[in-house]
């Protein structure tokens, strides 16, 4: 399947946004954190809760990281007033994240839904800050023409998972009355845009996202970071790892990588069901996520 043709757009301009610290750290700091602090984050399972601000209903969003994962993140890999950017912010969760920080950020997605969304839930976030945090519109493939060279931070996303949402959810995890849910049966997809990600094959996502990935890498400040939260996915009974394309293509194209972390989901999942059993041993998908740290060498 072809992708549409990007229409030009006139309107796009380069943002007034600012990129710099902040803050008194010492140039070479990675971040603002204290030593305590640091050393919380270096145990490579990490655990996270939503809160009352975390988008739940699929209905709004079929795929949401928590607040708290996204502010980690943030300040783990920037310091004060340093730009973030999210090339398909959904439901705004980076950009929320990082007006609790402080930090400028920038949010693109092709959902017109989603950015008022990300728009609503930043207008309701009564946290104060000199910091600007902007959801725009837009294709990820044109995010060069907003932004300058050597202004990016921290890239911070969870990408759509290919085509593999675009499907009639049978909740083969969940057991009892918990499969027949609101989401049994439902389609959980981002949209049916032609040039959505989220509905290409594993092979068009690859190719895609890669090329959206070498237009960022000259965005990026020197040794910048770049971190993609994916999950692997269970598809006509095999186990597709998206991670695994995601770390090739980004090292092929010249980011370096440095870390997987792992988000452990065990405390926010409830009831599972058995899948697999008696004869196919799988592991639960539902349960755990990966956190995959890049930077620009």
């Known amino acids: 399947m072809g992708l549409a043709k990007l229409k030009s757009n006139p309107s796009r301009s380069s943002l007034s946004i600012s990129h710099s610290r902040q803050c008194e750290c010492p140039e070479k700091k990675l971040n603002c954190l204290t030593a305590k602090e640091w050393i919380k984050n270096q145990i490579g399972v990490w655990q996270f809760f939503y809160e009352g601000r975390d988008i739940r209903d699929k209905k709004k969003h079929p ?118 849910n609101g989401q049994y049966n439902q389609i959980e997809q981002y949209s049916q845009n032609p040039n959505d990600l989220g509905i290409l094959s594993l092979d068009e996502f690859v190719s895609e996202f890669t090329t959206i990935f070498k237009d960022l890498l000259p965005l990026l400040k020197p040794e910048g970071h770049c971190i993609i939260n994916v999950a692997d996915m269970w598809w006509e009974n095999k186990r597709i790892p998206i991670h695994l394309e995601i770390i090739k293509s980004l090292t092929e194209i010249g980011y370096e990588f440095r870390n997987t972390i792992i988000w452990d989901r065990t405390n926010i999942v409830n009831k599972v069901g058995i899948f697999g059993w008696p004869s196919n041993y799988i592991t639960m998908g539902t349960t755990f996520e990966y956190i995959l740290h890049f930077i620009k060498a």
């Open 63 to 180: 795929a949401t990281y928590p607040i708290a994962l996204a502010k980690r993140c943030i300040e783990l890999f920037t310091h004060a007033g340093e730009l973030v950017v999210d090339p398909f912010v959904g439901s705004g969760t980076t950009l929320v994240a990082a007006q609790d920080c402080n930090r400028n950020a920038v949010g693109f997605d092709l959902n017109e839904n989603y950015i008022e969304l990300s728009k609503k839930r930043l207008s309701q976030n009564n946290v104060f800050n000199s910091n600007q945090q902007i959801a725009l519109c837009d294709d990820a493939r044109y995010i060069n023409q907003y932004l300058e060279n050597e202004t990016i931070k921290l890239i911070l996303t969870s990408p759509p998972y290919a085509n593999l949402l675009n499907r009639k959810r049978k909740n083969k995890s969940r057991r009892g009355q918990d499969r027949q």
